[in-house]
């Protein structure tokens, strides 16, 4: 099954939020997904003990750099879709774990400085391929965007895929559901109502089928 590891440099940038969406979306599918905490400020642990999980997601804390591989692997070989949270950091824990991923998201704001730091993530798959003599899928997803979308925005969208980087559509958007996740915990359809939830919602499931199609493609290559 799937490995999709969330990586980018740069705090703040959506990791834990994206890693949280995209797991409780895929188990509201009807996948079992085994999610990976390997950041040691535990967002997506505390988000897994403020409520009961929702059904088919697993969560596994602490996940450090000696162990990074082989709990991939034994989850991957399990049938269950792993999804991997990193610190928002470059690291050797990193690294390790997109040598094993199917698919790297790198969750990034539409501001010129987030951008900048995060493309250093493209630099760490990089060198991954190069060790491994490999490719390794990799797509960016705009986050926390706005309904009108800035010019830098679009700026750092035509850049990004003038170098050919893969962009997620649809984004992110700036929901206050989203990051309600992390004060309710389990997932959108479990948490009083936040602003517009069907919006939320859609957005939601749009992106995770997007990533779907993306792992679909890539089995069948
Ligand atoms: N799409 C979004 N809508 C609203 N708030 C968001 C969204 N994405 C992230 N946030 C908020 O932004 C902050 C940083 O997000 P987080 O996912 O923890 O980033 P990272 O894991 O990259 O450090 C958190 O407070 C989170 O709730
Ligand atoms: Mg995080």
Not at 6 to 12: H, L, Q, T, V
Not at 32 to 49: I, R
Not at 104 to 131: K, N, Q, W, Y
Request: hydrophobic share 45%; proline share 4%; with cysteine.
């Amino acid at each position: 099954m799937p490995v999709i590891v969330i990586a980018s440099p740069k705090g703040g940038a959506g990791k834990s939020t994206t890693a949280v969406l995209l797991g409780t979306e895929l188990a509201h599918a009807g996948a079992d997904v085994t999610m990976l905490d390997c950041d040691p400020n535990g967002s997506v642990t505390l988000w897994s003990e403020r409520a009961p999980l929702p059904p088919r997601i697993r969560v596994l804390s602490d996940v450090g750099e000696a162990g990074i591989i082989k709990t991939i692997r034994t989850h991957d070989t399990d049938g269950s879709v792993v999804i991997v949270d990193l610190e928002g950091v470059a690291s050797r824990l990193v690294s390790r774990a997109i040598s094993q991923a199917d698919l790297v998201i790198t969750p990034m704001r539409a501001t010129t400085l987030d951008a900048t730091i995060g493309v250093r993530a493209l630099s760490l798959i990089g060198e991954e391929e190069e060790a491994l003599g490999r490719d390794i899928r990799h797509a960016v997803v705009f986050t926390m965007t706005r309904a009108i979308r800035s010019k830098q925005h679009t700026g750092i969208e035509e850049s990004l895929k003038e170098q050919g980087v893969d962009i997620i559509e649809p984004a992110l958007m700036e929901r206050a559901a989203f990051s309600a996740l992390f004060e309710f915990g389990g997932d959108l359809r479990g948490m009083p109502a936040q602003g517009r939830m069907e919006g939320a919602l859609q957005n939601a499931s749009e992106f995770a089928q997007a990533v779907y199609a993306r792992l679909s493609a890539e089995e069948a290559a």
